[in-house]
């Protein structure tokens, strides 16, 4: 599924669950890491994480859409859209919308990054582990204060 085919699902999912259309964008960011999606209140843009869908599939991405789109009605129309809000807690309650945008149920917390990089020392042989690739002419040895140079682990 790519942008073109989310801006038409919104927009379908708005005017079905809401009954008012949806006028503004939304697109998938896959920068989105613990977010499910996101509302934004300045240019009234949705973005959905890429990964919910492959993860969970349309029926909670569904959710996720409307869990937005509580936000953006309720904030376009002057009512409360705050997650602590009645308005919102009662919107999304009869759109059956997903509960958080943040942190969503049962998505696993990411596993620390294993070491895939060194940073070896020219002058005393130190050895630094590295999780990314870095630029070895941005640091210096701790030690010797020697040049350092990238490897793969
Ligand atoms: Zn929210
Ligand atoms: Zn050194």
Not at 124 to 148: I, N, Q, S
Request: with cysteine; glycine share 8%; aromatic share 10%.
């Amino acid at each position: 599924m790519d942008d073109k085919q989310l801006q038409i699902w919104v927009e379908e999912i708005s005017l079905r669950s809401f009954g008012v259309p949806f006028r503004h964008r939304a697109r998938f960011n896959g920068r989105l890491r613990t977010t499910g999606g996101r509302y934004f209140m300045k240019s009234h843009d949705i973005e959905i994480n890429p990964a919910q869908l492959e993860t969970y599939g349309t029926e909670e991405v569904e959710k996720i859409i409307k869990h937005e789109l509580c936000h953006y009605h309720l904030h376009l129309t002057g009512r409360g859209y705050r997650h602590r809000d009645p308005e919102f807690k009662a919107l999304l309650q009869k759109v059956d919308g997903s509960r958080y945008c943040q942190s969503l149920p049962g998505q696993a917390r990411r596993k620390p990054l294993p070491y895939r990089f060194k940073l070896v020392c020219s002058d005393c042989g130190m050895e630094y582990l590295r999780k990314r690739r870095v630029d070895p002419k941005r640091y210096r040895c701790g030690k010797c204060k020697g040049v350092l140079k990238l490897g793969n682990l």
